[in-house]
């Protein structure tokens, strides 16, 4: 059974565009279906995680209003981070499940038994994925791998 669901934030919790207003302020866009469903991770005891190559005042918002277990921010190289968060929780990466859409987060899906990439992610983001979604940037991936994790579906990998 999945234990831990780790997200990127650009292109998985958003839609992976930059809206700029007039005063230039950057503003980003998260569907209500998957901030219902990340708390519906929660609730069910289901740890979560943000893993993200950003450092921005978007990232502590993420931050404080979805309060995950864990929170990477300004990850280069987010293997690596992934492995020593791994190792200093004591966490079982075949218990682990990661979402990307981006040629960061390749290594990363290439490394857990259990990885998502939205359906319109580059040809080799789907590839380097176990699983390619339905769902396309920001608009339902997390409702779509919480259905997944929260169902028999689940139990027929492991």
Do not use: H, W
Not at 11 to 26: I, R, W
């Amino acid at each position: 059974m999945i234990e831990a669901v780790f997200l990127d934030i650009d292109g998985v919790l958003t839609d992976g565009y930059v809206y700029v207003d007039a005063s230039g302020n950057e503003l980003k866009r998260i569907s209500f279906e998957d901030i219902d469903a990340f708390f519906e991770l929660k609730r069910e005891k289901i740890k979560t995680g943000f893993i993200t190559g950003e450092n921005s005042k978007f990232c502590n918002y993420v931050r404080k209003r979805f309060n995950p277990d864990f929170f990477l921010e300004g990850c280069k190289d987010k293997l690596n981070a992934f492995q020593e968060l791994v190792s200093k929780n004591g966490l079982d990466k075949e218990k682990i499940c990661y979402v990307g859409d981006s040629r960061k987060d390749i290594k990363l899906l290439e490394f857990l038994e259990i990885s998502f990439a939205p359906s319109d992610s580059e040809e080799r983001v789907r590839k380097a994925a176990r699983f390619v979604l339905r769902a396309k940037r920001g608009q339902g991936v997390v409702k779509e791998v919480t259905e997944f994790v929260l169902t028999k579906q689940n139990d027929i990998l492991l």
